[in-house]
């Protein structure tokens, strides 16, 4: 997904930087989609939430979790906000609700890390230290393209639209737009911008994304609550369960294995470290995807 960053000394001066690192989100529509999510559903159930999550996270710990994403620097202000959050969750109610306690608590801190390094605005010395500047921007700053794959006749550009990221997850490329907004009830094709502007939208994406297997790839989902089950293909890649396998999942041909780029593996370890503490759970196991080889290859 399109990683964004803001460098400090541009912080400081009140404008705004970009330097991107992941290029290919490497997401493809897989047919088997869960019936919870392929009919999401904002509502209350009884006078309950649906989703486990705001147990997990209350609106207290989400602020603390992000600072800062409603400074002035960050663009996103206000965008992010703790309620949709919780409408996106009640969407797809097995996230933060298969599992053990701890399993629960870790997957959210996952989800939450991986959010987190994609729109951060931190640096190494920030206030609060980098960990604390999530969410802080919601689409990608001059795009080096328009992410246009022309060659996916499945989900075609349509003229004039970018498909560049957006979200918390920054969503990218006509091939992961065209298939989230045909589960999450909008245009992805001819109206990706509503991605940057409902946080619902923004949101659901995100989770869309978390929770879709698309073979080969495991969802993210099934990786942190302990459902995945590798393939000989995986055994040989050393594609083992963990934070770092999402990490493979989101942009590992960028990231991981020996031709990675360590920089962005350890953000993300960073932020996950963080909410983990938080939460009071431990991390688990292969944090990174340095040994792993990336699903492109």
């Known amino acids: 997904m399109a990683r964004l960053f803001l460098p ?53 710990v989400y602020r603390s979790f992000f600072l800062h994403k409603d400074d002035a620097a960050c663009p996103a202000r206000g965008f992010y906000n703790y309620t949709s959050f919780l409408r996106a969750a009640e969407a797809f109610p097995e996230f933060g609700g298969d599992g053990d306690a701890a399993t629960r608590k870790r997957e959210v801190a996952a989800f939450l890390a991986q959010i987190s390094h994609e729109t951060t605005g931190g640096w190494a010395t920030a206030p609060d230290g980098p960990f604390a500047w999530g969410l802080c921007f919601k689409e990608e700053i001059s795009p080096p393209s328009n992410y246009c794959d022309a060659s996916n006749t499945e989900w075609p550009c349509f003229p004039g639209k970018s498909y560049h990221g957006r979200g918390p997850i920054q969503l990218s490329w006509n091939f992961n737009y065209g298939p989230a ?28 994304f978390w929770m879709t297997p698309r073979a080969p790839k495991p969802s993210c989902h099934d990786v942190m ?12 890649a050393n594609r083992t369960a963990g934070f770092g396998l999402t990490t493979n999942i989101i942009n590992g041909g960028i990231e991981c294995g020996p031709s990675g780029n360590p920089a962005p593996v350890g953000d993300r370890v960073g932020f996950f470290r963080r909410y983990c ?21």
């Open 8 to 60: 400090p000394i541009f912080l400081l001066a009140g404008l705004l930087a970009i330097v991107s690192n992941a290029g290919v989100a490497e997401a493809w529509w897989w047919s088997g989609w869960r019936w919870d999510c392929l009919f999401p559903s904002s509502g209350r159930g009884h006078g309950q939430s649906r989703s486990h999550v705001a147990s997990i996270v209350t609106e207290d």
């Open 181 to 208: 907004g045909k589960a999450l009830g909008f245009d992805g094709l001819r109206n990706p911008e509503v991605v940057a502007v409902d946080p619902d939208v923004a949101f659901k994406t995100a989770l869309w």
């Open 225 to 236: 609550v302990g459902r995945y089950k590798p393939s000989p293909a995986d055994l040989a």
């Open 277 to 297: 503490g938080m939460l009071g759970v431990d991390v688990g196991p292969n944090l990174d995807c340095a040994r792993q080889e990336p699903y492109s290859s």
